[in-house]
């Protein structure tokens, strides 16, 4: 069985520029969630992808955008990065919606400067 | 919208006490509690999680019960050891889409 790994690990990018994280989900897992853990803060839903379409959104401006790819493998894009968008990004596969055995990455820590 | 409250932010127990981290949660449609232990500079681990039609769940050292009336779950780990230190996180979620998280608490277990 293969976990959730993500990619890259670390990201430095300026204000205003675009960002593209990346997450494989775990074998056998079609959903895929991708959350916004600020320093010390728990982890902010931003989006869910179940079988290549946005099953739902959380409070996250349209800047925010994702893709899920036909192996479930899936896409965070932010566009015009802010200052406040540097945080810790997680994405959780899981077996089906619903949000049940959600099974985390180890996560992308983005910069913005 | 659900609001999830935890506490306490951070807890100090000596090794061999137990630990007891609450949560709280508002939507009465919750239906899935998952526990969350993240250690510094990783991801979040699923250690326990329980479903609103039971009670309580053991695993090993942790346990979790939830209170569906009174709207409340918790953690409950006993013979605490040192590995054991890490930041807790609850979670609910309606089994829809969105799993709202606690804010955390930091468990520290003294040697």
């Known amino acids: 069985e293969t976990g959730v790994t993500q990619s890259p690990t670390h990201l430095i990018k300026t204000r205003g520029q675009q960002v593209t994280l990346r997450c494989s989900s775990q074998s056998g897992h079609n959903t895929v969630s991708w959350y916004q853990q600020a320093l010390g803060q728990g982890p902010q839903f931003i989006f869910q992808y179940y079988r290549e379409e946005e099953n739902g959104r959380g409070n996250f401006p349209p800047r925010f955008s994702g893709l899920q790819f036909p192996n479930y493998s899936s896409e965070l894009n932010v566009n015009a990065l802010e200052l406040d968008d540097s945080a810790l990004y997680l994405c959780?596969?899981?077996?089906?919606?619903?949000?049940?055995?959600?099974?985390f990455g180890p996560g992308t820590r983005l910069t913005v400067t | 919208g659900e609001n999830v409250e935890q506490h306490p932010s951070t807890l100090s127990v000596q090794e061999g006490d137990s630990a007891v981290i609450k949560c709280t949660y508002s939507d009465s449609a919750s239906n899935y509690f998952p526990w969350y232990k993240q250690e510094l500079g990783k991801r979040p681990q699923l250690i326990i999680d329980?479903?609103?039609?039971?009670g309580e769940k053991k695993d090993q050292r942790i346990a979790v019960t939830l209170n569906k009336t009174a709207k409340h779950f918790s953690l409950h780990i006993t013979e605490t050891q040192p590995e054991d230190s890490a930041v807790y996180f609850c979670?609910?979620?309606?089994?829809?889409?969105?799993?709202?998280f606690g804010a955390g608490t930091r468990l520290f277990v003294k040697a």
């Open positions: 959780a596969s899981s077996p089906g919606t619903g949000g049940y055995e959600q099974y």
């Open positions: 329980i479903r609103s039609n039971v």
């Open positions: 979670a609910v979620n309606t089994g829809g889409f969105k799993t709202i």
